[in-house]
């Protein structure tokens, strides 16, 4: 009886603990929010026209993508890299089942 008692007094205390941190984490969160208003405000605000400008930084994004994809195949057809595959390191998270 005494063991699950000492169990008991374990999983309590760290949940307090734990909730004492969430709470650290929230009044720090909310000190953060109430210092610097202007900047949650304007994170919060959506402007529709933003549409546009976000989808012209995503292509410009992906032709970046392409451009270093077709410099990687470049190098690769010229034959002046080499990949050799090794055996994997066994790990926990790899090793055999």
């Keep these: 009886m005494s063991d699950m008692h000492n ?3 374990k999983y309590t205390k760290a949940t307090l603990i734990l ?16 210092r610097s208003p202007g900047q949650a405000v304007a994170a919060a605000k959506f402007d529709p026209l933003d549409a546009g400008v976000q989808r012209q930084t995503q292509i410009r ?14 190098l690769l057809k010229s ?15 790899n090793a055999p089942r």
């Design 7 to 9: 169990q008991t007094k």
């Design 79 to 93: 034959g002046k890299l080499r990949v050799v595959a090794t055996p994997a390191k066994t790990t926990r998270k």
């Design 61 to 74: 994004e992906q032709q970046r993508t392409n451009a270093r994809l077709e410099e990687i195949i470049r």
């Design 19 to 34: 909730a004492m941190v969430a709470s650290a984490l929230v009044a720090m969160l909310a000190w953060e929010t109430l």
